[in-house]
């Protein structure tokens, strides 16, 4: 168990619908990832926050968009959805947003498939 | 482009058998990490290498750093079917003032017994 959790663990939706997947670092970590993962594009690196603040951004759609409250957890909004968007989305924590060591740990997952 | 090219993308072995998967960039690294990943779960972190010529040994599992920090090598003794699984590597990717962590497309590892 990494610590990080991630509700919830499979959501199955329709075309055009919004979701909301939430996630809650290790106690302790300032910093909290967000990854796409699909078997044709392999893990995608979205958006980090680090101490509620934006620090890195991948390559996240505008119809996708996140926050860390001040509590340190993160939600990943997704909205307008596409078939295309059905994958495995990761949220992982590290203890800092500046460590050039970057030893993320992440949760189990929330399985988006999109009907 | 990857920036991070890892190979072979596949490899089924048999158990006792010794095996190495590479990770390869054009562009230098301060650190790399191994990951691995098993079907619908999140990637466990392994080992961080951070000093060019580094070696990290985890029980059969060794890893090293290249000495220009742009490749990274895992090598297996003895592999085991509890090893099977997705082995990713990833690293910071230094770009517009931040570093965006960066993850290769991995190597699937299958141990048959």
């Known amino acids: 168990d990494s610590g990080v959790t991630q509700t919830p663990k499979h959501l199955i939706t329709a075309t055009g619908q919004r979701v909301t997947l939430r996630c809650s670092p290790r106690?302790?970590?300032?910093?909290v990832y967000w990854y796409q993962q699909s078997l044709d594009q392999g893990l995608q690196f979205l958006i980090q926050?680090?101490?509620?603040?934006?620090?890195a951004k991948g390559n996240i759609l505008e119809r996708f968009s996140a926050q860390q409250f001040p509590d340190l957890h993160s939600e990943l909004n997704l909205s307008s959805l596409e078939l295309g968007d059905s994958a495995l989305y990761f949220c992982?924590?590290?203890?800092?947003?500046?460590?050039?060591?970057?030893?993320?740990?992440f949760g189990p997952g929330t399985r988006l498939t999109v009907t | 482009t990857q920036l991070l090219e890892q190979s072979p993308q596949f490899l089924s072995i048999q158990e006792g058998e010794n095996l190495t998967v590479y990770c390869n960039s054009s562009?230098?690294?301060?650190?790399l990490q191994w990951y691995r990943q098993e079907p619908g779960e999140g990637p466990v972190l392994l080992v961080t290498?951070?000093?060019?010529?580094e070696v990290k040994k985890l029980k059969r599992l060794t890893f090293q750093f290249g000495d220009a920090r742009k490749d990274s090598s895992l090598h297996i003794t003895a592999a085991q079917p509890g090893d099977t699984g997705l082995y990713l590597c990833?690293?910071?990717?230094?770009?517009?003032?931040?570093?965006?962590?960066?993850f290769g497309r991995g190597t699937s590892l299958i141990v048959h017994p």
């Open positions: 990833a690293g910071p990717y230094a770009s517009g003032g931040s570093y965006i962590p960066t």
């Open positions: 290498v951070v000093t060019g010529g």
């Open positions: 926050y680090y101490n509620g603040e934006e620090r």
């Open positions: 992982a924590s590290s203890l800092t947003g500046t460590s050039v060591t970057y030893e993320q740990y």
């Open positions: 562009s230098v690294f301060s650190s």
């Open positions: 106690s302790g970590d300032l910093s």
